[in-house]
């Protein structure tokens, strides 16, 4: 779902591919791309569900102003995927509503 030769911007330039947790699945992505454009390349449709109805989002807007790409990204919550670079092993998980903060075991 990439576009590999764009007909203004022609072809994608060659990256490193890195290693990204997406819902417990490892996935290939190229370094330097944003955390919703990774994804909707490796065909996955939404990003987040609603609090209320558990309706499936996706990107909306893709400049980081209408929240609808949150996901929960290394235990933080509602981080904004489109304006989110992918960083070699970040782990990403689809959010429900308003997500929660991953707490830490203490040993």
């Not at 929240?67 to 070699?88: K, S």
Request: a neutral charge; charged letters at 25%.
């Amino acid at each position: 779902m990439r576009i590999d030769d764009h007909p203004v911007l022609g072809p994608l330039e060659e990256r490193k591919q890195i290693t990204i947790i997406v819902d417990g699945e490892p996935l290939k992505v190229f370094e330097g791309e944003m955390i919703a454009a990774a994804l909707i390349a490796n065909g996955k449709q939404y990003l987040r569900k609603t609090v209320k109805s558990h309706s499936p989002r996706g990107i909306y807007c893709g400049i980081g102003r209408c929240t609808d790409c949150v996901m929960t990204v290394d235990g933080v919550p509602n981080v904004r995927t489109c304006i989110t670079e992918v960083q070699d092993g970040m782990v990403i998980e689809t959010q429900l509503g308003y997500g929660t903060w991953k707490q830490e075991k203490h040993q």
